[in-house]
C-alpha cells in the first residue's frame, strides 16, 4: 500500500475503535483502586508495575496489581520509602502473592532499583522526575532513555517508556509538554498491525531493531497529519489483539 492507502487504513481503524468495533471498552489499565489523580499513591501504582510489563497478559499484570494494593498485607510494595524496611523475602513474597511479579528473583529485583532511583533521584516522589523536566516529554525520555537508562530498568526501553507517559496523561492529571512527541509503542501487537498494514516488510519483521523501525516509520507519515504516533497505538493494539477485523 502507498501512503495514501495506509492512511486510510489508520482513519478507519481510528474510526472502528471509537465505535467500539474492535472491543477495548475495558483497556488492562482501567483495572485500578480508583486513587486520587494526582497523589503520589496514584503514580506509583502506575510506574512501577509497567516495569514488569514484558511478555505478559498486560489485563493479567493490572489485575495482579490491583490486587496487590487492595490486600493490606502487600499494598507496601507500592510505597518506594517503606519498601527500604522490608528485606528481599518480604518484597518478593508479596510480589508473587497475586503473580505482579512472574520471574521471583529477577523481577524482585527490577522493583526494588526502581523504587531506589525513585528514592535516590526523586526524594520518594516520582512527580519530581517530571517537575525537573519541565513536563517536557523530550526531556523526561532523554532523562530516562540516555543519561539515567541503567536506573530504570525496562522503564527506559523504546516500547514501554512511551506507552507508560501516555497511560500516565491518561491516568493522572498530568499535563505534559510535547505530547504529540510521543511514539507508538512498539509491542508484539502494534509490531503484527504495522506489518498487516504494510508498514514493514516480512524481512524487517524478524530484525532485532524492528522496534525502532516501526517507531520511524509511523513518526514519518504520520508526520503534518491530524494524528500523533501515540493516537493510533491501542487501535493497533486492539487490531492486533483480536484477530484483525476487516476494516470497514
Known amino acids: 500500500m502507498n501512503k495514501e492507502e495506509i492512511l486510510n487504513c489508520v482513519e478507519k481503524l481510528v474510526q ?8 477495548g471498552e475495558v483497556m488492562p489499565e482501567d483495572s485500578n483502586p480508583n486513587l486520587e489523580k494526582n497523589s503520589i499513591e496514584n503514580y ?8 514488569l510489563n514484558y511478555q505478559r497478559n498486560s489485563y493479567k499484570l493490572w489485575e495482579s496489581a490491583n490486587k496487590t494494593w487492595k ?15 522490608a528485606n528481599f523475602e518480604q518484597i518478593q513474597k508479596a510480589l508473587l502473592k497475586y503473580k505482579i511479579a512472574l520471574q521471583p528473583n529477577k523481577q524482585t529485583e527490577i522493583w526494588i532499583k526502581l523504587c531506589n532511583t525513585i528514592n535516590e533521584l526523586f526524594n ?15 526531556k523526561i525520555r532523554n532523562y530516562i532513555q540516555k543519561d539515567n537508562k541503567s536506573k530504570f530498568p525496562y522503564l527506559s526501553g523504546n516500547k514501554i517508556c512511551n506507552y507508560w507517559l501516555y497511560v500516565l496523561y491518561q491516568y493522572t492529571e498530568i499535563k505534559f509538554k510535547n505530547i504529540e512527541e510521543l511514539t507508538v509503542a512498539p509491542d508484539t501487537h502494534v509490531i503484527k ?3 498487516k498494514l504494510g508498514i514493514i516488510s516480512d524481512e524487517e519483521l ?6 525502532l523501525i516501526v517507531i520511524d516509520r509511523w513518526n514519518e507519515l504520520l508526520k503534518d497529519t491530524k494524528y500523533c504516533p501515540i493516537d493510533i497505538h491501542t487501535p493497533m493494539w486492539l487490531w492486533s489483539r483480536n484477530g484483525f477485523k476487516e476494516l470497514i
Open 16 to 23: 472502528m475503535h471509537k465505535k467500539g468495533l474492535l472491543g
Open 193 to 195: 498491525s504495522s506489518h
Open 71 to 85: 490486600d493490606k498485607e502487600t499494598q507496601f510494595v507500592f510505597d518506594t520509602i517503606n519498601l527500604e524496611k
Open 44 to 51: 506509583n501504582y502506575f510506574t512501577l508495575p509497567m516495569a
Open 124 to 138: 520518594g516522589d516520582i512527580r519530581n522526575l517530571f517537575k525537573i523536566n519541565e513536563y517536557d516529554v523530550n
Open 206 to 211: 524478524n530484525l532485532n531493531n524492528v522496534q
